[in-house]
Nanobody, 125 residues
Framework: QVQLVESGGGLVQAGGSLRLSCAAS????????MGWFRQPPGKDREFVAA????????YYADSVKGRFTISRDNAKNTVYLQMNSLKPEDTAVYFC??????????????????WGQGTQVTVSS
């Protein structure tokens, strides 16, 4: 199993941008399906974006389509989440998740078996 470490969170004004990174350990990163989820304050975890190892998708939550972009660099064992036009409602702890080989429903968090520790994103109005 890989281990995941997120970085890139912080405080940004509405309309600004951030790029989150998720670095994975291990030599088989290219076979992993990768997802980003977030948990806003006082709310449940929700799906943000996913990119599959077979290059299906990518998949995005409706709330971030057109503003967020997920990408991966297999040579660097890293998946990114570029977040533009940030809104206060994007404030959350953002988590990176992984599942090797088969992932039936990329939007379902319970299908991923490896999670990072999370990184805080705060968007001020």
């Amino acid at each position: 199993q890989v281990q995941l470490v997120e970085s890139g969170g912080g405080l940004v004004q509405a309309g600004g941008s951030l790029r989150l990174s998720c670095a994975a350990s291990g030599r088989t990163f290219s076979r992993y399906n990768m997802g980003w989820f977030r948990q806003p304050p006082g709310k449940d975890r929700e799906f943000v974006a996913a990119i599959l190892w077979l290059r299906d998708g990518p998949y995005y939550a409706d709330s971030v389509k057109g503003r967020f972009t997920i990408s991966r660099d297999n040579a660097k064992n890293t998946v990114y989440l570029q977040m533009n036009s940030l809104k206060p409602e994007d404030t959350a702890v953002y988590f990176c998740a992984a599942k090797e080989w088969v992932l039936s429903t990329p939007t379902q968090g319970n299908e991923y078996d490896t999670w990072g520790q999370g990184t805080q994103v705060t968007v001020s109005s």
